[in-house]
């Protein structure tokens, strides 16, 4: 059975929900399925997984103790693990949390009918446009509930660990939603690792809302998954002087889709977009999305986006950004950037910015550049006694550098800069 017909099975048996309007989100999103299908995924490198035979996984958590112990990045930090989909909370380090956050896994999140915080479940959804977040909604899928009360700091990272460990190829669903509460800060670490030898498909989508004056920072960590196929879709609200930091680094996995939409609901918000992607030599063409969407419905804001890729064999990258200014709005300063790295004839890049704007009173910046590496620059650091493979790395990691100093966790930031010391070839690279 291909992957498609066994989700529109899967529909037909879904369970409904005890609360009316979590029931009726679901039901449109089934209409929306039934209605437009697929027809999405043939516009992007996901459409041959319609034709595997993917399956839901069971919740067991079936990954050694000894081995998710040595994943976490520090002990200290707050550990939140996903096995396969399912939240472990046997794994999850969460004592630290119990005075300070209020935390649910989606499925007791939603089979609380009287739960208030229901009104956040799909909040940031207008219409239904997305084949993707439709199917996600669709198989009701598990994920959490993370709540930061108002005026509340944390001191150490939420670390959110998602371990693809299955035996069968299959397709994981994840819903997730983080609200930030007034004059509060938190840092996000979400991770994916895969030790299964199968295919995956994982569709993510999570709901931000940082309300006033809120600090978030999100960090997403998406590397070495050369058997996966990752959707991320990140919606995000803003309220009035809230600042909103994502930072994602991509690395040598089969294809991504990651979607930002950021909406602007009110004045003197900060948002800042950063992205980093490296692909080294492949057989296989991989192929990375990425997608940002900005909408300002207030005045005296600002976003600044800055995406680099570093591209090797058989690597394709696209970047989409878009902005959107309601008229009669002022004082809105906002800049895009996407530089590439092609160290390959056989690596390509599409770029493309826009700005539709209904105000003259803005200020809108875009710049791109593709291209390969400098000869000037290689043969600066040669003449100072660098040989060549050693120059041609030092090269590519000040190109990397620009981003990789924004990352305000050291360890992280660390983690980042060895991985791609480890990783960077150099028989493909020609200069």
């Known amino acids: 059975m291909t992957l498609k017909e066994k989700i529109f099975l899967l529909l037909k048996n879904q369970n409904q929900n005890q609360n009316k309007d979590i029931e009726s989100i679901i039901n449109k999103s089934i209409g929306f399925l039934q209605k437009i299908g697929f027809t999405e995924l043939k516009k992007t490198c996901f459409n041959s997984v319609l034709n595997y035979d993917f399956d839901i996984p069971k919740p067991k958590n079936d990954v050694e103790d000894y081995r998710i112990k040595e994943l976490s990045f520090n002990k200290k930090f707050i550990s939140l693990y996903f096995i396969n989909g399912f939240f ?24 609380t009918p009287q739960n208030k915080n229901l009104k956040y479940f799909c909040k940031t959804l207008k219409v239904f446009n997305n084949t993707f977040i439709a199917l996600n909604i669709s198989l009701t899928p598990d994920g959490f509930f993370l709540k930061i009360p108002k005026n509340t700091t944390l001191n150490i990272p939420i670390e959110i660990i998602n371990i693809y460990s299955t035996k069968i190829s299959a397709i994981i669903n994840l819903k997730n939603i983080i609200v930030v509460g007034k004059n509060s800060n938190v840092k996000i670490i979400e991770r994916h690792i895969s030790t299964s030898k199968k295919y995956i498909f994982s569709n993510l989508f999570t709901e931000i809302f940082s309300n006033d004056h809120s600090n978030i920072e999100i960090f997403k960590l998406e590397n070495d998954l050369r058997k996966t196929y990752l959707i991320d879709n990140t919606f995000i609200n803003q309220r009035d002087n809230s600042v909103c930091k994502v930072f994602t680094f991509s690395s040598n ?56 890729g570093i591209f090797s064999q058989n690597s394709y990258g696209i970047f989409k950004s878009k902005i959107k200014i309601n008229e009669n709005l002022y004082n809105i300063n906002s800049k895009q950037t996407n530089s590439n790295l092609l160290l390959s004839n056989s690596s390509k890049v599409l770029s493309r910015q826009e700005f539709k704007t209904y105000s003259s009173k803005v200020k809108c910046e875009h710049g791109t550049n593709i291209g390969k590496l400098d000869k000037r620059s290689i043969f600066f650091f040669r003449t100072r006694g660098i040989v060549k493979k050693k120059a041609i790395k030092l090269a590519i990691l000040i190109f990397a550098n620009e981003l990789i100093k924004l990352v305000n966790l050291n360890i992280l930031k660390n983690k980042i800069i060895a991985y791609l010391k480890d990783k960077l070839k150099f028989d493909l690279i020609k200069i």
């Open 88 to 111: 472990s909370s046997k794994l999850s380090n969460l004592c630290k949390l119990k005075n300070k956050i209020k935390f649910s896994t989606l499925k007791n999140f939603l089979s």
């Open 253 to 308: 996995i089969r294809h991504i889709i990651n979607n930002i939409n950021c909406l602007k609901l009110g004045q003197d918000t900060k948002s800042f977009f950063n992205g980093l992607y490296f692909f080294n030599k492949s057989n296989n063409i991989r192929k990375l999305y990425n997608n940002v969407v900005i909408q300002y419905e207030t005045s005296n804001s600002v976003s600044y986006q800055n995406y680099k």
